[in-house]
């Protein structure tokens, strides 16, 4: 018994670091796109000194400390090398504790960021330590800390709140439990090496192939299989359908049984075709889960998930030396990791990219559509020691009470999965002879100059009362966003239905907020040259009885630095233009149904595309002055309106624009008569 209470404190430990090293890894990685934003926005700034104050606003001199930072925090691992030792292993994870409560402290300022970068390179050095030295709880610290992070964003409604300084007293007393099992296990290592009878553990690393799978490892999992949010997208079910399954899934790795399992399965197959089999195996399913949708894809991805975590036993394996490139194969992932992530970045932003030296800007352009195959040589990667260790299979069983433990706990963190996943209570809309409809780019949950404005977003929509508002630019789990399910957190944080239409890689989109009843949802993609896009529909049933049919949509940009000309550009928004009205013509053919057609159209009443829908709905900011219809800023108080909300069949009340303070785009607010 005293064995599994040192077993379980190591454990303990490993998983704690663990989860803190997740949370301030997607913590860094969205902050430091944030700052990097945001010195873009300043270098086209005339008068900066205007900015004081401003939200998101960095200076070039923290910015520049920030990546000095990180850069050390992620080559901290190469420190393992010469002090890897069990000893030197507490250290990491004293200033993993230590990091998180300065992260937590600071938010996303200098004094966070710096907290954030000591936490990922405590984390990422405490890990190559243990991965020479106890190596059966480098999986525990991974396994643990994805599971941990599940459950903390299925509370916090897909966000973190463990980020917000108002967690700081938590954070503090956690990190000083912290710092108490860490001492610990520091005298329980030392009196274990006291004993007559103690062996020096048997030296294992990670070796070059163990770098690459634990590379690909940390892009999947972060991306992907990381978080229920962002694979429910890619199923197209209900979070609350996939969420405590995901979790279950993500601990039952640590079930003896389950591993024995997987060593039974594999050992069926010769030597030489095991690790082609994993890897033929995880990828069909991860194909499957792209290409499909439903409860049985879900069922998949979330069987992709076990096999995938089923493959952290194979990043540390036995050396035949001293075991001392753990902390440079742990470099190695990371680089390889931010490889991948940076090649995912350009899968949604490949339409912006401009300046870039041929053939490499055409070579980051094709990556458009091309995340299935991203992930899929991730998987590769993650496959690679299973190939090469023909003779090797790192997974052994375990006592039955090992394994009831380690399946009780998947169970109880399941179920609490499925505690904290309750269903919107949707408030709905009480006016019966006049509402009012909302149309809001939100720019990926970012200011003009990169500060986070889901908050303030869902402030300015409740205090409007609008009761559908259409949305633009949202993003439901990417890493730059933080994982933040944006459609589903304002659909909670205000009492609304939520539709989602992923038009980039099942993460990025437009959605439908509403208080009014659905009746049928179309999601139909419109041909693009650039960014691909698309029109939602939906028909809503009004509180007097009737209906109400809302188009939601974003056209394509007008850019001069585009491949793309003008011109051609312009073509590009009529031929979208045309397939809406031929969905419309579909759907409402008689010119009496009401209507609503909203959204970011990125031209001016000016244009021809204006005129166009002019001649067919009426503008209900028509006559308005100019300077109180603007809905688009840019740097040096450059406005326009490209935000409009079209009206069929239906007298307008009133028209405003919201201004969203230093926002990209005011949110346009018609109320409308029903009767």
């Known amino acids: 018994m005293a064995t599994y209470r040192r077993e379980i404190l190591r454990y303990l430990e490993a998983g704690i670091i663990g989860l803190f090293f997740v949370g301030a890894m997607r913590f860094l990685y969205a902050t430091l796109y944030a700052h ?71 938010g996303s300022g200098l004094i966070g960021v710096i907290g954030a970068a000591l936490t990922v390179g405590g984390g990422l050095l405490y890990a190559a330590v243990i991965a020479g030295r106890r190596p059966a709880a480098f999986p525990v610290m991974f396994i643990v800390g994805f599971a941990g992070d599940q459950l903390i964003r299925l509370y916090g409604e897909s966000a973190d709140p463990t980020w917000a300084g108002s967690f700081l007293q938590w954070q503090v007393v956690i990190s000083l439990a912290v710092f108490g099992i860490v001492l610990i296990n520091l005298a329980l290592d030392a009196a274990d090496r006291r004993r007559e009878d103690y062996e020096t553990p048997m030296p294992t690393q990670i070796s070059g192939w163990g770098a690459l799978a634990m590379g690909g490892l940390l892009y999947v999992e972060f991306t992907l ?200 209570p949707v408030i709905g809309s009480t006016a019966t002879d006049r509402m009012r409809v909302a149309t809001l780019n939100m720019h990926g949950g970012y200011s003009l100059y990169f500060d986070s404005n889901l908050p303030a977003l869902a402030n300015e929509i409740a205090r409007n009362g609008a009761d559908v508002v259409l949305l633009q630019e949202v993003e439901t789990g990417r890493l730059e966003s933080g994982g933040v399910d944006q459609a589903e957190w304002l659909a909670h944080t205000l009492k609304m239905e939520v539709l989602f239409f992923p038009t980039n890689e099942a993460l990025q989109g437009l959605a439908i907020l509403t208080r009014l009843p659905i009746l049928s949802v ?76 909203g959204g970011t159209f990125n031209n001016t009443p000016a244009s021809d595309l204006y005129g166009h829908m002019a001649a067919a709905f009426v503008d209900p900011f028509a006559g308005i002055a100019q300077e109180k219809t603007l809905t688009w800023r840019l740097v040096n108080n450059v406005t326009s309106r490209v935000d409009y909300l079209w009206l069929r069949g239906i007298t307008p009340l009133s028209a405003a624009v919201a201004d969203l303070s230093e926002s990209t785009h005011g949110m346009a607010v018609v109320e409308i008569a029903l009767k």
């Open 225 to 424: 299989f990381g978080l229920s949010n962002t694979l429910a997208h890619r199923a197209g079910v209900e979070n609350a359908a996939i969420a405590p399954w995901l979790v279950g899934a993500t601990l039952l790795p640590l079930v003896p049984e389950v591993r024995d399992l997987a060593r039974r399965f594999l050992g069926m197959f010769d030597g030489q075709w095991r690790g082609w089999v994993w890897l033929l195996l995880t990828g069909l399913l991860t194909v499957i889960g792209f290409r499909f949708s439903g409860t049985i894809v879900a069922t998949v991805l979330v069987v992709a998930q076990l096999l995938i975590g089923l493959s952290w036993w194979w990043v540390s394996g036995p050396t035949e030396g001293r075991g001392g490139f753990s902390g440079a194969g742990v470099c190695i992932a990371v680089a390889l990791f931010l490889a991948l992530t940076g090649a995912d970045y350009f899968t949604y932003d490949y339409a912006f990219v401009f300046g870039v030296q041929e053939p490499f800007g055409t070579g980051l352009r094709a990556l458009r559509g091309m995340g299935l195959a991203i992930v899929l040589l991730a998987i590769v990667f993650i496959n690679l020691p299973a190939i090469l260790a023909r003779m090797r299979l790192p997974w052994r069983g375990g006592r039955l009470i090992e394994s009831m433990a380690g399946l009780l706990l998947a169970i109880l963190a399941g179920g609490l999965a499925v505690a904290l996943t309750q269903p919107i």
């Open 36 to 106: 990097f934003g945001s010195l873009d926005q300043l270098t086209k700034t005339v008068n900066r000194a205007a900015l004081a104050g401003v939200a998101g606003v960095v200076s070039r001199s923290d910015v520049q400390t920030e990546i000095a930072v990180s850069v050390i925090g992620l080559l901290l691992p190469l420190l393992a090398i010469a002090l890897g030792r069990w000893r030197f292993g507490t250290l990491a994870a004293l200033v993993a504790a230590a990091g998180r409560v300065y992260m937590t402290a600071g």
């Open 522 to 597: 179309q999601n139909v993609p419109l041909s693009s040259l650039g960014k691909q896009t698309g029109v939602q529909f939906a028909r809503l049933r009004t509180p007097e009885g009737g209906g109400l049919d809302v188009y939601n949509t974003e056209l394509g940009f007008l850019l001069r630095e585009n491949a793309q000309s003008i011109s051609a550009q312009e073509q590009d928004q009529t031929t979208q233009l045309s397939e809406i009205y031929t969905l419309i013509g579909q759907n409402d053919p008689d010119p009496k149904t009401r209507v609503v057609i």
